[in-house]
Structures are given as structure tokens and as C-alpha cells.
């Protein structure tokens, strides 16, 4: 079975420009989540979809980040425009369903810096 | 709000000790659920278990074993006889659901297994 896949892996763009990273969860998985690790903490989550619809965002900062899962299937998130602070990997996972108790899959993540 | 706390940010060993990892968490959810993730260099996150709250067994996987400790609020991991190959970042991670069912993870703890 084919894992979370990524793209790109490593990326690195100037303060202000915009980037956009790409995920293709496991097949059949309804759930698709996107988190940020800055480097030394623990993945926080941005946003979560069920499907093409977006369950939670709350912690996605909107003015700048946006995320679609046209077709509930892949999925793609956006920066623009970057800042210093938005170096991090992200990480794409995917479960099952949505619940709680579902166990999620990441895929490699992406290496973001700023500069 | 939920928190997920592990105060050990490196621990490092030599081959064939044990080890235990802490993780000390807080909900005001009754029903919630505690994960354990490896993230080793490759940076792909590994779910490794999953544990409810009405679920105080402990639970042995080979050299891996949790101990869940409501009373306490903590859920730490145990690796008998270190082996190279368990060093890594490792994660715990809470999720509720009622209102807190945005996964939380801990900072996470270094793992650095000497030969």
C-alpha cells in the first residue's frame, strides 16, 4: 500500500514570495490533515478536511495560509506571502475516518525555509 | 484547553539499557485518546500506539511497553534493551472529543541510542 505522498521535499524561497507544497493522502482515506513543525516542537495542527470539506482550520492563519481538497482527494497548501517565521516542515497525514480514536499516516513533510 | 507535556528534551544511552519516556498530559475532556509517535531522521512520523481513557491496561509490543496512568495523568514509554535503531524524536499526542478534539503533540524527546 502506497504511503502520504509529498512534494516538494525541500524548499527554500525569499520573505514575502509564495510557495506551495502538495499532498496526496492514502487511497481511500477520507481524512486529510496539515501540520507545522517548526524545528525542536511537536506538529501542530493547521487544518483538517473531511473529503472536500474543511472540518477545522482554527489554527490556520488565514491572511496568509490556504489550503483545498478539490475532489476529496489531493490536496494542496498555500503561504503567501511567506515570512522568517513560517520556516518549518510541513506535514501531510492522512486516517481512515475522522474521528479521534483514527490512527493517521504522515508522509515525509516538506522543508521550508525562508530567507 | 488541552496540553501535552514532555520534559525530557534529549536522553541519551548506551546499547542494551532501558529507557523510559515520559509524557504528562491535561484534558477536560472524559473521553479522550493518547498516541505515541516515532519521528526518526527521515522525519516521517510513525504512529507506534493508541490508548482511550477508559483503557488503564498496560500494553507490551515486543521491547515496547506503556504505562497509562489516569490517576497521574501520564502515559510513558518504556524500550527495554535499547537498540540503535530506536533513535528518533518521540512524540506524545493527545486528542479529545468534545470540544478538544484538535490533536495536541508534546515537544517530543530525543532519543540518541549509543552502540
Known amino acids: 500500500e502506497a504511503g502520504v505522498a509529498q512534494s516538494p521535499r525541500y524548499k527554500i524561497i525569499e520573505k514575502r514570495q509564495s510557495v506551495a507544497f502538495w499532498c496526496n493522502p492514502i487511497?481511500?482515506?477520507?481524512?486529510l490533515y496539515w501540520y507545522q513543525q517548526i524545528l525542536g516542537q511537536g506538529p501542530k495542527l493547521l487544518i483538517q478536511f473531511q473529503n472536500n470539506g474543511v472540518v477545522d482550520d482554527s489554527q490556520l492563519p488565514k491572511d496568509r495560509f490556504s489550503a483545498e481538497r478539490l475532489k476529496g482527494v489531493d490536496s494542496t497548501l498555500k503561504i503567501q506571502p511567506a515570512k522568517l517565521e513560517d520556516s518549518a516542515v510541513y506535514l501531510c497525514?492522512?486516517?481512515?475516518?475522522?474521528?479521534?480514536?483514527?490512527?493517521?499516516?504522515f508522509g515525509p513533510g516538506t522543508r521550508l525555509t525562508v530567507t | 484547553a488541552q496540553k501535552v507535556t514532555q520534559a525530557q528534551t534529549e536522553i541519551s544511552v548506551v546499547e542494551k539499557e532501558d529507557v523510559t519516556l515520559d509524557c504528562v498530559y491535561e484534558?477536560?475532556?472524559?473521553?479522550?485518546?493518547l498516541f505515541w509517535y516515532k519521528q526518526p531522521p527521515s522525519g516521517e512520523l510513525v504512529f507506534l500506539i493508541r490508548?482511550?481513557?477508559?483503557?488503564?491496561q498496560n500494553e507490551i509490543s515486543g521491547r515496547y511497553s506503556w504505562n497509562f496512568q489516569k490517576s497521574t495523568s501520564s502515559f510513558n514509554f518504556t524500550i527495554t534493551a535499547s537498540q540503535v535503531v530506536d533513535s528518533a524524536v518521540y512524540f506524545c499526542a493527545l486528542r479529545g472529543t468534545g470540544g478538544s478534539y484538535i490533536p495536541t503533540f508534546g515537544r517530543g524527546t530525543s532519543l540518541i541510542v549509543h552502540p
Open positions: 484534558t477536560r475532556d472524559t473521553t479522550y485518546y
Open positions: 490508548r482511550n481513557s477508559f483503557d488503564e
Open positions: 487511497s481511500g482515506h477520507a481524512t
Open positions: 497525514a492522512s486516517s481512515l475516518g475522522g474521528t479521534s480514536a483514527d490512527e493517521q499516516y
